[in-house]
């Protein structure tokens, strides 16, 4: 999900209002790799956010 907000909606500031359609791992060369830095500070961010509730998910997967 978080490729398509930056790679096809534009959810970054960094990459732009670009699409890069839904074929993006076969058609971005490596001056738009700046989308797996996006992704990677995105999901970061989330976690770091979210990080009571990622361990609670956490926790009751190493129960089950």
Request: glycine residues 4%; charged residues 35%.
């Amino acid at each position: 999900m978080t490729y398509e907000q930056v790679a096809m909606y534009g959810f970054s500031d960094k990459v732009g209002l670009v699409s890069f359609g839904e074929d993006i791992c076969k058609r971005y060369s490596d001056q738009t790799a700046i989308i797996d830095e996006e992704v990677r500070a995105k999901t970061v961010e989330l976690i770091e956010r979210h990080k009571e509730q990622v361990a609670q998910v956490a926790e009751l997967l190493m129960e089950k």
